[in-house]
């Protein structure tokens, strides 16, 4: 008898969607993994070359593609499906196509039984994380996107390196929409506990050429780099992907920035954005809020404006 085996199903195995589950395999985040695509004959291939890792991963994991009735006893859907990116297309001008994806897809995981927590990968990631939401019937703490998580790692990285520290030591992320118009927050990023904005004034000479708008640019516009050189984004997004994945199967508590409801937080209500919130085995626990300067108030506001208007877009 299986007792207690975590199943993950990832629905959509391009690019980002195998290497989720290639991150799952070797770092043996569940018992079950099902892979489900359109293409059949390409979830087929990725479960295949999955299963021929786990002889030397170590991982007892069972592998393999299927259908959405497996859906049923799933603990966590992952949404990575997408059409074909085309060159210059920024994440908001994937949104109709996005919401027809899910038009199709959400209702076939709804109609298995399922009663578990989807995490969206598919962009643009807040105002989808929203439609599963609403497609789903599911609570809104159990529909999570992954936000400003990617580029928040993204951040931690750049300032670890900048100041030459391990990125555990960098507590920093970005919020509002994942996408052109998010913020930096940096009023709340610390570097081995003490405030960013602190450690640029008292290092005037060794930081001269760190400028906060050039960092906020790059780390909006890398992934678009990213994507013109090698087609995708892949390695930061499974490991994003994966942390949700564990907090929630491990019930760690642990604060991530995703995409979540705002019911009240940060004056905003009826809409996902990229937010801290804690991550248990019922999803969102709470939202972290911070106390955000006048500025980065304003900036954030006009973030979730424009996730608002998209939604509106999709008469949301
Ligand atoms: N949220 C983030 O931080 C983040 C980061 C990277 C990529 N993304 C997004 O992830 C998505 C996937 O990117 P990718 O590079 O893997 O794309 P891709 O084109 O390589 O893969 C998409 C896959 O979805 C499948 N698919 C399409 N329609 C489907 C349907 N109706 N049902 C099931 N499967 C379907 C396709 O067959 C394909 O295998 C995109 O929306 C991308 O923008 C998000």
């Excluded at 074909?84 to 994937?94: A, E, F, H, N, S």
């Excluded at 105002?127 to 609570?139: A, D, E």
């Excluded at 905003?268 to 006048?294: F, I, M």
């Amino acid at each position: 008898m299986a007792i207690g085996r975590s199943k993950v199903v990832i629905v959509g195995t391009g690019s980002v969607g195998a290497a989720v589950a290639f991150d799952m395999v070797m770092n043996y985040i569940c018992d079950d993994l099902t892979l489900i695509d359109i293409n059949k004959e390409k979830s087929w291939a990725e479960a295949t070359d999955l299963q021929h890792s786990l002889g030397y991963s170590g991982s007892r994991m069972r592998v393999k593609a299927g259908e959405y009735e497996e859906c049923k006893d799933a603990d966590i859907v992952i949404i990575a499906a997408a059409l074909p990116y085309i060159t210059g297309q920024t994440r908001l001008d994937m949104l109709e196509k996005a919401a027809g994806i899910m038009n199709n897809i959400v209702p076939n995981i709804m109609k298995s039984g399922f009663f578990g927590m989807i995490v969206v990968i598919t962009n643009p990631v807040d105002v989808m994380s929203y439609y599963v939401h609403k497609l789903s019937g599911l609570p809104s703490n159990k529909v999570i996107g992954t936000g400003t998580a990617l580029d928040s790692a993204r951040l931690k990285y750049h300032l670890a390196d900048v100041m030459s520290v391990d990125p555990q030591s960098v507590h920093a992320l970005c919020m509002g929409e994942h996408g052109d118009s998010q913020i930096i927050p940096w009023s709340q990023i610390t570097v081995g506990g003490k405030k960013f904005l602190d450690i640029i004034n008292d290092n005037k000479i060794r930081l001269k050429c760190f400028d906060l708008n050039s960092v906020t640019e790059d780390i909006k516009k890398i992934a678009y780099r990213i994507v013109n050189a090698k087609g995708a984004t892949t390695f930061g997004i499974a490991a994003t992907t994966v942390q949700i994945v564990k907090a929630i199967l491990r019930d760690e508590n642990k604060v991530i920035p995703v995409s979540a409801m705002l019911n009240g937080e940060y004056g905003e209500s009826g809409t996902y954005a990229g937010v801290p919130a804690v991550l248990d085995n019922q999803g969102v626990k709470e939202l972290v809020e911070y106390h955000l300067s006048e500025s980065e108030k304003v900036e954030l506001k006009k973030s979730i404006g424009i996730i608002k208007d998209y939604k509106k877009r999709l008469k949301l």
